[in-house]
């Protein structure tokens, strides 16, 4: 998976809901994140595709994930939040479906702003999509940097 390898292991320790919905984090690097939930029946809604929470649960663990491999280097000063968040269902999702998330902001400079004593925002743009790759959901997590205190 590259040298990010431990954030699948540490998402599932650190949040239950990615180990009990089975969440998989296929692919993570410090921009990128491919995170995938499998189609099983209790996850379904009433027209049997992926419940519109399990969509988004998928998106904002993708976008968590590569929050904790772009700034692990700051996590024991500050405290990962999600400030605001934004979806748009596209399409309706059959199946398995798989979230790509991608940094919207250097890292480098969301940690200088911590550095400068400021609470940083950056934004997480994920896109969800089916098993042919069609794109289901479109979804923008903000997320904070909380100084701790």
Known sequence: ??????????????????RSNEVELLEVDAERVVASLPDH????????GPHAAMTFGLGETASGAIVM????SVLDRATPLVARSEIAYRKLALGAVRAEAV?????DEVIA???????PEFPV???????????TAEMTVVWT?????
């Open 1 to 18: 998976m590259s040298e990010y390898g431990w954030v699948n292991d540490a998402m599932k320790q650190s949040v239950p809901w990615v």
């Open 41 to 48: 029946e209790h996850l379904r809604n009433h027209v049997g």
């Open 69 to 72: 491999a772009a700034f692990s």
């Open 103 to 107: 940094l919207g902001r250097p890292a």
């Open 113 to 119: 702003e911590l550095a400068e004593g400021t609470r």
């Open 125 to 135: 743009q994920v896109t969800v999509s089916n098993a042919e790759g069609v794109t």
């Open 145 to 149: 940097l909380r100084p701790n205190r």
